[in-house]
Antibody
Framework: QVQLQESGPGLVKPSDTLSLTCAVSDYSISSSNWWGWIRQPPGKGLEWIGFIYYSGSAYHNPSFKSRVTMSVDTSKNQFSLKVNSMTAVDTAVYYC???????????????????WGQGTLVTVSS | SYELTQPPSVSVSPGQAASITCSGDILGDKYAYWYQQKPGQSPVLVIFRDNQRPSGIPERFSGSNSGDTATLTISGTQAMDEADYYCQAWDSSTVVFGGGTKLTVL
């Protein structure tokens, strides 16, 4: 049973960069899966941030423009998220999740998240 | 951008069937996924590819998807099913979530 655990600062100052890590246990991050990030502002719904393959291929939500960077460290069996230029609207619980995708002729056709971390609350405040 | 619309709330009596809808343009041409989220907990996948149940999800959870609407049905709803439910799809290289539906079991 795969387990995911997010870690990072609970408080970030406006304009700073958020760095989060997701440690994966009981499952190889190099298996045929992608690894995703989703966030949830307090009292609100889910918002997809992006997902990445162990090789480094990645997709991210266009609404984040170029603020998001994802990476994978196969030696530590973990993956990471960086979001720069943080503002108050980025205050949220950030989840990492194992991501399943299907491709048709090299184009992603389906995506879903079957195992989630417990989430970590990130507050943006000075 | 693609949008998925869910009713904000649905109420059901214990033992009755609950249906939660998710509407999107020609959603039936895509696959719909459903997540259950209880207060203070992470989301849990309850339906994938329109109508498939992951291992460990009770049989009372079922799904369908046709036309513009996907539906999550919980038959014989139990108090433990009270939660927020989110639908999700993939469109134009973007993961889209519905706004969520709060299911109340009265």
């Amino acid at each position: 049973q795969v387990q995911l655990q997010e870690s990072g600062p609970g408080l970030v100052k406006p304009s700073d960069t958020l760095s989060l890590t997701c440690a994966v246990s009981d499952y190889s991050i190099s298996s045929s899966n992608w690894w995703g990030w989703i966030r949830q502002p307090p009292g609100k719904g889910l918002e997809w941030i992006g997902f990445i393959y162990y090789s480094g291929s990645a997709y991210h939500n266009p609404s984040f423009k170029s603020r998001v960077t994802m990476s994978v460290d196969t030696s530590k069996n973990q993956f990471s998220l960086k979001v720069n230029s943080m503002t108050a609207v980025d205050t949220a619980v950030y989840y990492c999740a194992r991501t399943w995708i299907s491709m048709v002729r090299g184009v992603v056709s389906q995506v879903h998240f079957d195992s989630w971390g417990q989430g970590t609350l990130v507050t943006v405040s000075s | 951008s693609y949008e998925l619309t869910q009713p904000p709330s649905v109420s059901v009596s214990p033992g009755q069937a609950a249906s939660i809808t998710c509407s999107g343009d020609i959603l039936g041409d895509k696959y719909a996924y459903w997540y259950q989220q209880k207060p203070g907990q992470s989301p849990v996948l309850v339906i994938f590819r329109d109508n498939q149940r992951p291992s460990g999800i009770p049989e009372r959870f079922s799904g369908s998807n046709s036309g513009d609407t996907a539906t999550l049905t919980i038959s014989g709803t139990q108090a433990m099913d009270e939660a927020d439910y989110y639908c999700q799809a993939w469109d134009s290289s973007t993961v889209v979530f519905g706004g969520g539906t709060k299911l109340t079991v009265l």
